[in-house]
């Protein structure tokens, strides 16, 4: 048994904090931090420098040796439409069932490019082949169909001259061709004895999407027992024995690799890795977990840490893990490591990678509105980070370094910086191989290579394909310019601390932080960071000490409402005199406000409405997006506009509020919605007598007196609350000069009825109403991406948003399989209390609407084809995810507002009258379509014309400014939330037309100079 030190422990966790303490440092003062810390002298860069621009120098001379898929890297690169439509149609091709989406989704990407310039440049028979077959291709494109418009004339004449079928088999033979260069072997057995001839040290992967459900886990997981099994008894008795292990990716093994499910993660998936960390060990196969997603970081270290509590495994010197250069807490983590290996008295093998995720991790930072980039933004500063950590793993007794780069530099920096100590080199099967070809002739003590061999079938391979040509294929990547004679060498070979220290350890000037990505006028508001477990824990304790008030609002009187208009009216007068600026000072501290109450907001938003928490953190962040777009909208907006007539004269528009506004929200939102309303008749001059929904009135409440707290005056903003019946008083009074409201379409036309048969003056009315939101998905689609689209569009918020997916429409051939796999995701659900971090479907609003939804889907058992069973304590209140399978668009004629998602299978040849059908309905909120095939997209939108159309992403979660938000039909009034109009339906306006020559003569007129 090992013993464990109270040092050792206590060392661990202050190096744990120092990882999750990192991950709020600013990028430049982690830079700096670094920088200071970097050990390599300029003389040893020099002789790097030096080293890498020799290595360079002769791959590009003997550039004939290189691999097939350099050539095809610079003859495609990424920055090429032909390179981008090479990926789309590798990407997908393979595991299309169909040939006539097969066909259509070529016929797509070749509609476009200049193919005829890539035949005959190389004298590489396989780029040639490649270019021939996808060529060949274009004949399948029909003479006369739309999408031939833009083929290029050689493809024409090949489209009279060839079978379609014959074609498509020629395209696909490319395609395995180009698969064919990544891929080690379709199996394990073809794998290891490729790799036994070709490579001295070998890691082999098996390729695959992450696990979206448990078989899918499993499946992977007796892949990669059975695939170290194979390695262990082959190599047994050869000299070979542990130079053949073993990568792990552990969102292969796990469908739900999130932070959120910490503790069902730790129980179900540890003691798995646990028996293959055994049988690896026994087999003496090394295993390798590789780095993935930053916000998953902590939870790895968490299943880490319980792996080598196992105290076998920490006898075990076999066991590694890759980190990311790019991470700005890759320093700290090794830090950690060292800490925990120290601690369990063990060695781990440490792969140092820069990181394949850069662009998704910036993207997720963006809409997640997280402080910092988890990655630095500028790539000299991830290749000195890169190179500060190779020191410190270097320095870390208990760490075993293996330096993974396709970079001649960074290779060459790694030599200086090992002064001697062993390490391996890896690199990626067919990648970097002249590079490290030519390295090793010209060093007689080169270090040994392992090479990372990826092993799967081709449809599993394309999307691994596809994620290595977008790393190396960009224009920051040394792969893509190394042997392109046309980029400088010491361009291409450069020292990455000078340009560091040129930009002084400053981000990139054109990746603003996540903070500042509307821009300097307009802050984008602040998200919850999941990846960062410091964060996360203290809301939920902020929350959990938080009380919610019992104290019923009581409804409003009747009586009352009379005196509520009286004094609304008075306010009007002088809020309107305000200036737009005052307006929006108010509105900007408000947002503030709401930030700092966030975790009492959670609270009431969880207790009142069942929220989750992080359904209530975008609630509330939107919320605070409407005040600053609205707030900085009125400013901009609501300028007097001079405009132009005859001399002598002074015309201008100029904009004030209308007067009363009643804004009246459903539950659904009872912050953002609620506020969203408020805050744009405000905004515009507008006095509010606002009626929250009657299921959610302390939220109402309680924002209510965040805004008087701010300085906006109390009868400017008055609440009514109740039912329906206080509502409809609100409307029928005559002193209502506009009402918004959200909420059913049948409300809205009462709405609307009440106000026409009205007396008095004509009031504007927007309402934002339901849908019957359909979605297109068709054969050409990842399915893994999108099911994770699907569940979140239509069981996030237990379905309980407008915007949600109630009609799904799946392509006949792939219909089966994707039902299955949707059922299998839908399995992974947590159904729970909204309190619970781990829920991902809570309660529906109250009893009410469970016994209706709950009676819809009992009426429908015959057509369900798939549903999850609520545990026992959440039957009278929760309804499982549900699909109900019907025949027809028509047969869904109203939304069920809940967890329940219609499925209608079509056939490809009435793909268009599916879409017409879709477009009758009559409602039009939002529609999402899932293609690889752009005109598919582009003609279904155009088609459906829905309010908000979304294309292969989930379709709710619309953002403020970004993804202005609401339909028309029977969907709602326009204009859309959130968008450019919407402030103006507020306003009245006006012109002024003065004559300035009653006062006097046209002096202007007549001063003007000759
Ligand atoms: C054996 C092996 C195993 C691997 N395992 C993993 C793994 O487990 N997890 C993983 O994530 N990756 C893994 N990779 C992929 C690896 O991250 C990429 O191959 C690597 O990033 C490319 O780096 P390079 O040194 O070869 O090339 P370079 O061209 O020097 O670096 C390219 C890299 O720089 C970074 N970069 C690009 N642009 C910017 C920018 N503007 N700002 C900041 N950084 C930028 C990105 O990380 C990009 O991939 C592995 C690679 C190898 C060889």
């Known amino acids: 048994m090992v013993s464990v030190g109270p040092i050792a422990i206590n060392k661990l966790a202050q190096a744990r904090q120092e990882v999750t303490s990192a991950g709020r440092l600013s990028e430049r003062e982690a830079l700096k931090k670094l920088r200071r810390k970097l050990q390599l002298s300029t003389a040893e860069r020099n002789i790097a420098l030096q080293e890498a621009r020799d290595i360079v120098q002769q791959c590009r001379k003997q550039s004939n040796r290189r691999s097939l898929l350099d050539m095809f890297m610079s003859e495609f690169s990424l920055s090429t439409q032909e390179g981008i439509a090479l990926l789309c149609i590798c990407e997908a091709l393979m595991r299309i069932p169909d040939d006539q989406t097969a066909e259509a989704l070529i016929a797509d990407k070749l509609g476009s490019g200049n193919w005829d310039e890539h035949l005959g440049s190389s004298d590489s028979l396989f780029i040639n082949a490649s270019t021939w077959a996808l060529m060949l291709t274009g004949r399948i494109i029909r003479l006369g169909d739309d999408v031939t418009k833009n083929v290029t004339g050689w493809m024409k004449r090949l489209v009279s001259r060839l079978g379609e079928t014959a074609a498509r088999e020629a395209m696909e033979q490319g395609v395995q061709i180009v698969g064919n260069e990544f891929v080690v072997g379709q199996t394990i057995e073809t794998a290891l004895t490729r790799s036994l001839k070709n490579y001295e040290r070998c890691s082999f992967d098996m390729l695959g999407e992450g696990a979206r459900n448990y078989q899918d886990a499993e499946r992977f997981f007796n892949h990669y027992l059975d695939s170290i099994d194979y390695i262990g008894k082959s190599v047994k008795e050869t000299d070979s024995s542990g130079d053949f292990s073993v990568s792990i990716k552990l969102s292969a093994i796990h469908p739900r690799l999130e932070y959120r499910q910490k503790q069902r993660v730790l129980d179900e998936l540890a003691p798995n890795l646990i028996h293959l960390a055994l049988t690896a060990k026994h087999a003496n196969v090394p295993l390798t977990i590789d780095a993935e997603e930053a916000d998953r970081l902590e939870l790895m270290m968490d299943i880490l840490e319980a792996l080598v509590a196992n105290p076998e495994i920490a006898r075990w010197d076999g066991l590694g893990l890759a980190v990311q250069g790019y991470s700005i807490r890759c320093y700290t983590l090794l830090g950690w490591l060292q800490a925990l290996a120290e601690k369990h008295d063990t060695q781990f093998n440490v792969r140092l990678v820069k990181g394949a995720y850069w662009d998704t991790e910036i993207k997720q930072a963006q809409v997640d509105g997280l402080t910092n980039y988890p ?6 500063s991830t290749d000195l980070s890169w190179i500060v950590c190779a020191e410190q793993l270097f320095d870390s007794p208990n760490l075993i370094p293996q330096i993974a780069t396709h970079n001649a530099f960074s290779m060459a920096a790694a030599k200086q910086i090992s002064k001697g100590r062993p390490f391996e080199y890896q690199r990626l099967h067919g990648m970097g191989e002249l590079l490290y070809t030519v390295a090793e002739e010209n060093d007689s003590e080169f270090p040994p290579v392992r090479v990372y061999a990826p092993v799967g079938d081709h449809e ?30 010491n361009d291409v070979v450069h020292d990455p601390i000078s340009r560091v220290d040129a930009y002084e350890c400053n981000p990139h000037p054109d990746i603003p932080i996540p903070p500042h990505l509307y821009g300097n006028d307009r802050p984008n508001s602040l998200g919850l960071h999941l990846g960062d477990s410091d964060e996360v824990e203290s809301l939920i304790r902020d929350i959990k000490k938080l009380t919610f008030p019992t104290q019923p609002v009581p409804d409003t009187h009747p009586n009352s409402i009379p005196e509520i208009f009286c ?44 929220k989750t928490l992080l359904d209530a953190v975008a609630e509330i962040r939107e919320a605070i997006d409407f005040c600053h777009y609205y707030g900085n909208e009125c400013v901009e907006r609501l300028k007097p506009v001079n405009l132009v007539g005859p001399t002598g004269e002074q015309n201008q528009l100029y904009y004030k509020g209308r007067g009363v506004f009643v804004c009246i929200s459903p539950w659904n939102f009872p912050l953002a919605i609620f506020l969203g309303q408020i805050i744009a008749a405000l905004a515009a001059g507008n006095a509010v007598i606002a009626k929250p929904a009657e299921q959610t009135p302390k939220v109402a409440q309680f924002a209510r007196r965040l805004m008087t707290y701010v300085g906006i005056p109390t009868d400017v903003v008055q609440l009514a609350f109740g039912s329906g019946v206080i509502g409809q008083l609100l409307i029928e009074n005559k002193n209502v000069d506009g009402v918004a409201f959200t909420g059913s379409t049948a409300t809205a036309r009462t709405i609307n009825l009440t106000l026409a048969q009205k007396d008095g003056p004509i009031v504007p009315f927007l309402a934002e109403t339901g849908g019957i939101n359909a979605m297109h998905v068709d054969s050409s689609i990842l399915f893994e991406q999108s099911i994770d689209h699907i569940l979140e569009s239509a ?7 407008c915007s949600a997916l109630r009609l799904l429409c799946i392509q006949e051939e792939i219909f089966d399989e994707f039902v299955d796999a949707l059922s299998r995701a839908m399995e992974t659900l947590t159904i729970g209390h909204a309190r619970d971090l781990a829920t991902d479907l809570g309660p529906v609003i109250d009893r009410q609407a469970h016994e209706k939804l709950y009676e819809y ?5 015959r057509n369900v084809l798939f549903d999850i069973i609520v545990p026992s304590e959440y039957q009278t209140t929760h309804i499982g995810p549900t699909i109900i399978e019907i025949q027809q668009v028509f047969d869904l004629q109203e939304e069920h507002f809940g967890p329940i998602l219609h499925i209608l299978k079509f056939k490809a040849r009435e793909r268009v009258q599916l879409l017409e059908s879709i477009s009758k309905s009559g409602y039009g909120l939002t529609f999402g379509v899932q293609s690889r095939i752009d005109q598919r997209a582009i003609e279904a939108t155009e088609i459906v014309q829905a309010g908000n159309m979304y294309v292969n992403r989930n379709m709710i979660g619309a953002t403020v400014g970004v993804q202005p938000f609401g339909g028309h039909g029977l969907s709602g009034t326009g204009p859309k939330a959130g968008g450019p109009n919407y402030l103006m339906r507020f306003v009245q306006e006006h012109v002024t037309s003065t004559n300035l020559v009653a006062t006097g003569g046209n002096a202007t007129l007549l001063n003007l100079s000759d």
């Open 567 to 610: 004094k609304s009216r008075k306010a009007f007068e002088s809020w309107n005199a305000t200036t737009p600026n005052h307006r929006r000072q108010l509105i900007y501290k408000l947002a503030e406000e709401l930030h700092k109450e966030r975790a009492f907001l959670i609270k009431l938003m969880q207790e009142e409405a069942g």
């Open 857 to 861: 889907v009992r009426s429908q058992r």
């Open 795 to 801: 069981f996030q918020s237990a379905g309980q948003r």
């Open 375 to 380: 990655v630095f933004t500028r790539k000299p």
């Open 460 to 489: 599993n391979l394309l999307s691994y394909l596809v994620r290595r040509l977008l790393e190396n294929g960009a224009n920051t990547s040394f792969v893509n310019r190394f042997l392109d004679e046309k980029c400088e060498l």
